[in-house]
């Protein structure tokens, strides 16, 4: 069984400043797949990104980043110079891969964020 | 393309009764997903398909049932809803897996749904 495990449950910063998000995940598959959604007021999940297990690459994009660490079972995300429209709930989530073809999408408890103009 | 969509977005029922909840996607996607969001816990899978016809069980199955009879439409139904079932709901969609590969998936807006 799989779990991801967001400790902050709500952030609050001024907006400019960096902010980032841990995730944490627990897994005995070899190869996964990591992911993280915005959810915005509006109630709609966004995708962000997804990391495939083998590849350790640090990933930015714009103001966002991601940084993974197989090392520790962190895929942590780092807005930088944050705005008001960053405030939503951030959900990181896990799918392995296997040969069984049963495999589910594991979220976090997300993080709520909220940027103070 | 309107992507994945939910019908109603809102619906207050009474213990006991009984409602079908609409998900499409036009994406010609194989697989489809209906999750519960309640406060503090994430997303919970309830159900899930792989294909036309085609159903299996999530983590939290009990209370609902589901029906994929057109490759678009994925409908989750509650026979006799009760307060615990007061959440909301997303349904979602996603490619087939190709070996060793897993896509995102993508999500409608959700229905939110309580029951008195």
């Known amino acids: 069984a799989q779990k991801v495990t967001q400790a902050q449950t709500e952030i609050s910063v001024v907006e400019k400043e960096d902010v980032t998000l841990d995730c944490v995940y627990e897994t005995r598959d070899t190869t996964y797949y990591l992911f993280w959604y915005k959810q915005p007021p509006s109630g709609e999940l966004v995708f962000l990104i997804r990391r495939n297990s083998f590849d350790e690459q640090n990933e930015i994009s714009g103001r966002y980043s991601w940084n993974f660490q197989k090392s520790t079972s962190s895929f942590n995300f780092t807005i930088t110079a944050s705005q008001v429209v960053d405030s939503a709930v951030y959900f990181c989530a896990l799918h392995p891969i296997s040969n069984f073809g049963n495999e589910k999408l594991t979220f976090g408890t997300g993080t709520r964020l909220t940027i103070i103009p | 393309n309107a992507g994945v969509t939910q019908t109603p977005k809102f619906r207050v029922l009474k213990t006991g009764q009984s409602m079908t909840l609409l998900c499409a996607q036009d994406m010609n996607h194989e697989y489809m997903y209906w999750y519960r969001q309640d406060p503090g816990m994430g997303l919970r899978l309830i159900h899930y398909s792989v294909g036309e016809g085609t159903t299996a069980k999530g983590e939290v199955p009990d209370g609902y049932n589901v029906s994929r009879l057109k490759k678009q439409n994925f409908l989750l139904g509650l026979e006799s809803a009760a307060p615990s079932q007061t959440s909301v709901y997303f349904c979602?969609?996603?490619?087939?897996?190709?070996?060793?590969?897993?896509?995102?998936?993508?999500f409608g807006p959700g229905t939110r749904l309580t029951v008195l």
């Open positions: 979602a969609s996603s490619p087939r897996e190709l070996a060793g590969y897993y896509n995102e998936q993508f």
